[in-house]
C-alpha cells in the first residue's frame, strides 16, 4: 500500500490509479484488511486516509505453514521409503 515504489502508505484513490477494480472494492477490501490488522488506517488532511500495510500477521502465517510444509514432505517422504521397500503383491 504505498503512493509510490518506497513502501509507504497510500490511499483508495492512490491504489485505484495502479488497480484494474474500482474505489469503492479497494475501499470495501481495505476496510475488512484493516479488522484483520493487516493494514491500518492513517488519517490525513481533510477526509483523505492512507492505508499502511502491517506485514507481520502475514509473516507468522507464512513461517506455519513453511513448517507444515516442512513436516508434511517429511511424512511423505518416510511414506514413499516405506512403500519403496515394500514388496509387490504378486496376486
Known amino acids: 500500500m504505498n503512493s509510490s515504489d518506497s513502501g509507504g502508505p497510500a490511499t483508495v484513490t492512490e491504489l485505484a490509479d495502479r488497480l484494474p477494480i474500482t474505489r469503492q472494492a479497494i475501499a470495501k477490501h481495505l476496510a475488512l484488511l484493516a479488522e484483520t490488522g493487516l493494514v491500518a488506517p492513517e488519517p490525513r488532511e481533510g477526509r483523505r486516509v ?6 507481520a500477521p502475514m509473516q507468522v502465517a507464512q513461517q506455519f505453514l ?26
Open 66 to 91: 513453511a513448517a507444515m510444509a516442512r513436516d508434511w514432505d517429511l511424512r511423505l517422504h518416510n511414506l514413499q521409503d516405506h512403500l519403496d521397500r515394500t514388496p509387490e503383491d504378486p496376486s
Open 50 to 55: 492512507r492505508y499502511r500495510l502491517h506485514s
